[in-house]
């Protein structure tokens, strides 16, 4: 029983993530995955769209993911290891080197992250849809009030 293991925050899910999932569970039999809590990532100043519960609902919903747990820290993950008895630990190529330490308990693996696609890509142009329709909305209420005035004044 080969078990992996991966840590993320997983916001708005997309291919990139779900590819990285697929290809990580394809390395073992069991995959774990940490996800990180709200109060874990305000100490690294991100804020996700969903809260954990949700994006740990999710996240666990994906085929080839048998456990999600929270991640709380930097510091869980030779913890998590042990205790979960891990054989790979994996990651994307973001964070190539940054992980080598954990040779010591396991193998660890980056793997190549599908490009152009992030989070953080989505909650920009997501922002920008939002400024576009706005506009285009007040624009048509502008309209419907000139309509309004137009009748009132006759
Ligand atoms: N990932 C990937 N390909 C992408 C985006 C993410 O393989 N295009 C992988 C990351 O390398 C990581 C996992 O998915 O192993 C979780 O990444 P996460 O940081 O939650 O996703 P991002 O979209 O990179 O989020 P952000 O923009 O907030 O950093």
């Given at each position: 029983?080969k078990?992996?293991?991966?840590y993320?925050?997983?916001?708005?899910?997309?291919?990139?993530?779900?590819?990285?999932?697929?290809?990580?569970?394809?390395?073992?039999?069991?995959?774990?995955?940490?996800?990180?809590?709200?109060?874990?990532?305000?100490?690294?100043?991100?804020?996700?769209?969903?809260?954990?519960?949700?994006?740990?609902?999710?996240?666990?919903?994906?085929?080839?993911?048998?456990?999600?747990?929270?991640?709380n820290?930097?510091?869980?993950?030779?913890?998590?290891i042990?205790?979960?008895?891990?054989?790979?630990?994996?990651?994307?190529?973001?964070?190539?080197?940054?992980?080598?330490?954990?040779?010591?308990?396991?193998?660890?693996?980056?793997?190549?992250?599908?490009?152009?696609?992030?989070?953080?890509?989505?909650?920009?142009?997501?922002?920008?849809?939002?400024?576009?329709?706005?506009?285009?909305?007040?624009?048509?209420?502008?309209?419907?009030?000139?309509?309004?005035?137009?009748?009132?004044?006759?």
């Open positions: 029983m078990t992996v293991l991966t993320g925050t997983f916001d708005l899910l997309h291919l990139g993530h779900i590819k990285m999932l697929n290809r990580l569970s394809d390395l073992g039999d069991r995959l774990i995955v940490g996800v990180s809590t709200d109060e874990f990532n305000n100490t690294k100043g991100k804020k996700s769209l969903y809260s954990f519960e949700e994006r740990a609902q999710i996240v666990e919903a994906i085929k080839g993911v048998h456990k999600v747990i929270p991640e820290s930097w510091d869980q993950k030779l913890d998590d042990k205790k979960f008895n891990v054989d790979i630990f994996g990651i994307g190529d973001d964070w190539r080197g940054k992980f080598d330490f954990l040779e010591t308990q396991c193998e660890v693996v980056y793997l190549e992250r599908t490009p152009d696609i992030s989070t953080t890509k989505l909650k920009k142009s997501l922002s920008s849809i939002n400024s576009e329709h706005i506009q285009k909305l007040k624009t048509g209420l502008d309209s419907v009030l000139d309509v309004v005035r137009a009748i009132e004044q006759n």
